[in-house]
């Protein structure tokens, strides 16, 4: 009989799912065996065990892919690891701190192998090998050892060590050269080292809560019954209008290599050309007397062969001779005719469009995937590239959008809580000691809702009474970042969605209200970033969104099958995009989007 137990976990490590906790083997007439450093089992009034009170030994398991065991399942237990006591194991990872002791008889090591924060300590003698080359921060250790409770005086932080019997491989590091000493260093100075700063304890953490929100992204839309679509990163429409994409495009190597090719192999002459058109007329007037004179089979069939080879020539200097150095023009434009795509294409800003063709056949969909922006700002909101989740719902209107929109931001909040408590305290202590506060705030609440006319009347208002604004308040305007924090922070104290925008600052394909002046677009809104999630009902009526993309003064020709979503069989339907590393950002505290990216580009940079 096999019970398990899930309990709550008080170490720096994650929780464990409830099949990598705690396993109580219960059989008739057996006994438990406990560590000696822990108490006897206490009972319950009915006489049961107290199995949250105990320390069971246990075994763990090596991970399943890798020669090791992970160190979130040693610290992560219940028990900090203390019940695994007298067991002999292997891990791997890297030297946080390394530091020798006994006159050099024997060092003290912190290891981490990016699976928890937690480091697991080492204690390595001198007679198992050199010490010097396991100090360095950075070092790569692969060790094997019997894991043992640490001395009563020394228990403080772990209930567990390792004191290490054989060391398996070693990736040195010299400390001279290595750029990521164990002092502090600041996010700006780990930009120049992206391929480096994953060991650094804060973007590690930062990519462990990136990893649960995506797999929270996905469990929510799964779970709701969304499915996930890849939209192109190429892509030939520009959904937001501004025009601000990156072009994708072969002509400049093409053109670099026709000018490359024809310094090497100079051009045909006109000469040349003529010379060879003789050729060839030359050699057909042969094979035609040939015929006329009735010769033989072989000699007709040798003349149409120097025939067929003088023609193969003559097409070779023609179109050798056809060549042009630079980009190649027609009517006095770039020829996007002779382009990879036959046409100009571009990084997509947006998977919106794309998926709506899922979602007017699917019914519920998501994307989720990278898009690019040749935006050229340096503020510390913007990227060249960025992740967004993009749902689309069809037979749902703008109440409907706001209503899954308030569901996934609650979820995702909740999630972290849950699962990546750990990485949250750590951004407590190190960066926003109010991150985990905002995120408790969001999951328990009810988004405040008001129009954007009842949001700009709200901010008219606090102009009246002295409040100043770097940023004119009036209707019209598309809310700036101060507005927008305002609201969250100050005056409602909590995240906010307005909606019902203006049409002449939301973009094409957003639903026209009855009043022909505002557009059925939402906005959610939450403390520390403002714009979280844009959203809108989409415009299902053909006539009506054919003449805003006119309005838009977009060309109707590369969205003719947008259009057909209208001209057959339309439907009512919604969505939204949620900036993934803003989301990072409200969650972590972290002020620089740069930082919440495993690799930022932006302009002037793109590492790697």
């Not at 929510?220 to 499915?227: D, N, S």
């Not at 979820?411 to 951004?427: A, G, K, V």
Request: with cysteine.
């Amino acid at each position: 009989m096999v019970i398990k137990h899930a309990l709550q976990v008080s170490t720096k490590c994650p929780k464990l799912d409830i099949n990598d906790t705690l396993r109580i083997r219960v059989y008739k007439q057996a006994s438990l065996s406990f560590s000696s450093a822990f108490k006897p089992p206490t009972m319950a009034e009915d006489g049961a065990l107290q199995v949250d009170k105990l320390s069971i030994s246990d075994t763990v398991e090596e991970a399943e892919f890798s020669q090791r065991v992970l160190i979130r399942s040693i610290l992560g237990r219940p028990d900090g690891g203390a019940g695994l006591a007298g067991q002999t194991l292997k891990v791997g990872g890297w030297v946080k701190k390394g530091r020798e002791q006994g006159k050099g008889s024997f060092a003290f090591l912190e290891l981490n192998d990016g699976s928890c924060p937690a480091n697991l300590q080492l204690i390595i003698h001198s007679d198992v090998a050199p010490l010097g080359q396991f100090t360095p921060t950075g070092t790569c250790l692969h060790v094997e050892g019997v894991l043992q409770i640490p001395p009563e005086d020394k228990q403080g932080k772990q209930s567990i060590e390792l004191k290490v019997s054989k060391v398996l491989d070693v990736g040195a590091v010299d400390p001279a050269k290595y750029p990521l000493p164990k002092t502090r260093l600041t996010l700006e100075f780990l930009r120049d080292y992206v391929h480096l700063r994953p060991r650094t304890n804060t973007i590690a953490a930062i990519a462990r809560i990136r990893n649960a929100l995506a797999y929270a992204t996905h469990t929510f839309f799964q779970k709701h019954g969304f499915l996930y679509v890849h939209t192109p990163i190429v892509t030939t429409s520009d959904c937001e209008g501004a025009g601000e994409m990156f072009q994708v495009t072969t002509l400049i190597n093409d053109a670099e290599k026709i000018e490359k090719e024809l310094i090497k192999n100079p051009p045909p002459s006109q000469t040349d050309v003529d010379l060879a058109r003789g050729v060839v007329k030359e050699k057909g007037e042969i094979v035609a007397k040939l015929k006329s004179d009735k010769a033989g089979k072989p000699e007709i069939t040798a003349a149409v062969a120097e025939l067929s080879k003088a023609k193969e020539n003559l097409s070779r200097l023609e179109e050798r001779f056809k060549l042009k150095p630079g980009i190649p023009k027609k009517d006095g434009k770039i020829d996007y005719g002779q382009d990879f795509f036959a046409r100009q294409a571009f990084l997509t800003v947006s998977g919106q469009l794309q998926v709506e063709t899922f979602a007017c056949a699917l019914s519920s969909v998501y994307t989720f995937g990278p898009t690019f922006r040749a935006e050229h700002s340096h503020t510390s909101r913007h990227l060249a590239e960025f992740w967004m989740v993009e749902p689309e719902i069809a037979f749902a209107d703008i109440e409907d959008d706001m209503k899954c929109a308030e569901a996934y931001v609650r979820f995702l909040c909740q999630w972290l809580l849950d699962n990546c408590l750990d990485d949250m305290e750590f951004m407590v202590e190190k960066f926003d000691k109010n991150a985990i506060k905002r995120l408790h705030m969001v999951a328990k609440s009810n988004f405040v809702r008001l129009s954007y006319t009842e949001a700009i009347a709200v901010l008219e208002e606090t102009v009246s009474k002295g409040h100043k604004f770097e940023n004119k308040v009036e209707w019209g305007i598309d809310l700036a970042s101060e507005h927008e924090k305002y609201l969250t922070e100050v005056k409602f104290e909590s995240p906010v969605i307005v909606y019902n925008y203006p049409k002449g600052i939301k973009a094409f394909y957003m639903k026209v209200n009855p009043d022909k002046k505002t557009v059925a677009a939402m906005d959610v809104l939450v403390p520390k970033v403002g714009e979280l999630i844009g959203g809108s009902q989409r415009e299902e009526n053909y006539e009506v969104i054919k003449e805003r993309i006119l309005e838009m003064g977009l060309p109707l020709e590369p969205y003719e099958w947008y259009l057909d979503l209208r001209r057959y069989g339309t439907v009512k339907h919604s969505g939204f995009g949620l900036g993934f590393e803003r989301m990072i950002l409200f969650a972590t505290g972290i002020d620089n989007i740069r930082d919440v990216i495993p690799f930022p580009r932006y302009p002037g940079r793109a590492d790697l």
